[in-house]
């Protein structure tokens, strides 16, 4: 049905690989290419060994949009899945528009030198991919991606008027590391050290960073102390759902993890302005000076989360808190999914984070392939119908379950 690049080779790209594999009447051919070409011929074997799929590799720095065109004018695929980092979300986007490709990503663009995401910078392309005639499908992993989709699905089939949404966000699994990131530290620490944000009544309310949180009892899990995070979905949320009064979203850290956050911030390794560092000459003359990024120093020596997945136990459980009206009576709705670690292991060799941001990623750019997403124009995944989503996520490897009018304790 149609030909697929992955740009990317590390845990979210390895999952959405071998999904892809796994569904060869969707996906007919099949190329990864990123940075270190060595990563994508090493999962190419691992997945010929268990699908018999016959992936071509290539080697493509995804910041320079030369190159990028280069690759995609000589392999000329459908859709372009980006699942490298935020930084290079312009530059594919950009190569797309000139070799006309569709496009689809997981996070939002953030520029390197500001650790700021926002989604102007990608909805500034609108016109261009509808004038193209080319659809591009943003956050379409697991938060941002499910999440909306569950908000869109809430809004299909449960409320008339979606009033108070709060996304939940729970990992209670044990990595036995005494601290380490379950995607890429330096996205992840960027990501977690800003100010909290939320919506409340049509205007946006900033928090120092962790400032407000509280216990929520997660399905299966328990209860688990959760932060308030500012977190890219909500910006299109609640735009797309103009009857949303407040939307947040909440993630659980366990105190370790929050004591060793603090000393990597305290003592300035989460810095990410360059820093100037004597470094002897490897003739032994002396001392050359050389700039660093001390978070992408700290990246360099903290474990890489693609090997967590070993000795990974527990579940994630992420889903939707969603309170609003139907036949004009208030309703509470809650939708979520468990993922096991384990599970996700032995199937993909990596853990549930890297798996719940993965299969979406396929799913999306299969929703495409079967033509069932595929209008021209940049598009955050609530615009799309949920309905074939949600079936495919069933079938996928996260199912969801529903609770309606339970205590939403928010
Ligand atoms: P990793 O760090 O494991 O992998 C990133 C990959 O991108 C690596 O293979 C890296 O290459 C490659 N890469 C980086 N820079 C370039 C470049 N300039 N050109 C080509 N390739 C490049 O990250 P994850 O797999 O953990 O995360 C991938 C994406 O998924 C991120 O954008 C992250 O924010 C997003 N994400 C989204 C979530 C969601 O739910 N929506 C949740 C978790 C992650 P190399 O091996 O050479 O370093």
Not at 44 to 64: F, H, I, R
Not at 163 to 183: E, P, S, W
Not at 317 to 345: F, M, P, V
Not at 370 to 392: I, T
């Amino acid at each position: 049905m149609g030909r697929v690049l992955i740009i990317g080779a590390g845990g979210v790209a390895t999952v959405a690989a071998h999904k892809v594999c796994q569904n060869p009447d969707t996906f007919t051919e099949v190329m990864i290419a990123s940075r270190t070409e060595k990563k994508c011929i090493a999962l190419a074997e691992v997945l010929n060994k268990k699908y018999g799929t016959k992936v071509k590799t290539a080697q493509v720095d995804a910041d320079s949009v030369g190159q990028l065109i280069s690759l995609l004018e000589s392999y000329r695929p459908d859709i372009v899945m980006n699942l490298a980092l935020p930084y290079q979300d312009l530059t594919i986007m950009e190569a797309c528009l000139h070799t006309g490709c569709n496009y689809l990503d997981t996070a939002n663009y953030e520029p390197k030198d500001e650790a700021h995401f926002e989604y102007s910078w990608q909805w500034a392309y609108r016109e261009r991919f509808e004038k193209a005639g080319l659809c591009a499908i943003l956050g379409c992993g697991f938060d941002p991606g499910v999440t909306s989709i569950f908000t869109a699905y809430a809004a299909k089939h449960h409320f008339d008027e979606i009033q108070y949404l709060d996304i939940v966000d729970c990992n209670a699994g044990n990595h036995h590391k005494a601290f380490a990131t379950n995607f890429n530290p330096e996205i992840n620490i960027r990501e977690i050290t800003q100010k909290g944000l939320y919506w409340e009544n049509g205007k946006y309310i900033e928090t120092e960073p962790m400032e407000i949180h509280k216990p929520l009892t997660y399905p299966g899990i328990g209860p688990k102390e959760s932060y308030l995070l500012h977190h890219e979905e909500i910006e299109s949320l609640v735009i797309n759902y103009p009857t949303i009064k407040r939307a947040r979203f909440w993630m659980t850290f366990g105190q370790q993890y929050l004591t060793y956050l603090d000393v990597i911030q305290n003592i300035g390794m989460s810095r990410i302005d360059e820093v100037e560092y004597k470094a002897p000459k490897a003739d032994g003359s002396g001392d050359a000076v050389v700039k660093i990024v001390p978070l992408q120093f700290l990246k360099a020596v903290l474990p890489n989360p693609q090997d967590l997945g070993e000795n990974y136990d527990g579940e994630t459980s992420i889903g939707c808190r969603i309170r609003g009206l139907r036949d004009g009576k208030e309703h509470t709705y809650y939708i979520y999914n468990n993922c096991s670690h384990q599970a996700a292991y032995e199937e993909t060799g990596m853990q549930g984070v890297s798996y719940t941001t993965g299969v979406p990623a396929m799913i999306g750019a299969m929703m495409f392939l079967k033509g069932l997403w595929s209008k021209p124009g940049v598009h955050n995944v609530e615009e799309f119908d949920p309905d074939p989503f949600m079936e495919q996520l069933n079938s996928q490897g996260l199912p969801w379950h529903e609770i309606h009018d339970g205590d939403l304790e928010l």
